[in-house]
């Protein structure tokens, strides 16, 4: 497991949404969830957030290829444009709420796929002593791959409490 400073990566969870085909939802969405234990809480949000920016995990440009240990692109972002100001502080019923939004716009959304959102992206929000989102940045921080994804929502939850992480990218193809 690669370590960064106070953020060991525990592995990544990914949520289809064509796995769940029950009522024909043609959605060409997903989510992927990346896991970290925090080894050594840091004295500040803005620690952590740096952390998790300078592990090799968050190198994932979502298109397909996944980390690149040595990329230089975060979804439609370049790294070198993204700090720990660039992240928005957001609370359980904003993430709720956005997530929400962005699954019901694609159609019938069956009930096993509602449960697994609930619990891999809502548990952690509603445990977490912290969440913050990235908002959609200017053009000057887009990549060469800019926005092949229609949406790109991050989230982030921190739980201090039970010492977790997690990354949340809801995004489509």
């Not at 050594?40 to 190198?59: C, V």
Request: hydrophobic content about 35%.
């Amino acid at each position: 497991m690669q370590t960064a400073p106070g953020l060991e990566y525990e592995g990544t969870s990914f949520i289809n949404f064509r796995d769940f085909p029950e009522e024909g939802n043609p959605s060409r969405q997903w989510i992927d969830i990346k896991r970290f234990t925090i080894t050594e809480p840091p004295a500040t949000a803005r620690e952590l957030l740096s952390a998790l920016i300078g592990n090799q995990h968050f190198r994932d440009d979502y298109i397909g290829g996944g980390v690149d240990p040595a990329g230089t692109r975060h979804g439609p972002y370049r790294i070198d444009r993204i700090t720990p100001d660039s992240y928005t502080p957001a609370s359980t019923d904003s993430v709720i709420a956005l997530v929400t939004r962005w699954v019901d716009q694609c159609g019938v959304v069956p009930d096993a796929l509602r449960q697994v959102i609930d619990r891999e992206v809502f548990g952690p929000a509603r445990t977490a002593t912290e969440i913050v989102t990235l908002p959609r940045l200017d053009s000057s921080a887009v990549n060469d791959y800019g926005f092949i994804h229609t949406e790109f929502h991050e989230i982030v939850t921190v739980d201090t409490t039970g010492g977790t992480l997690r990354l949340i990218v809801a995004a489509d193809d």
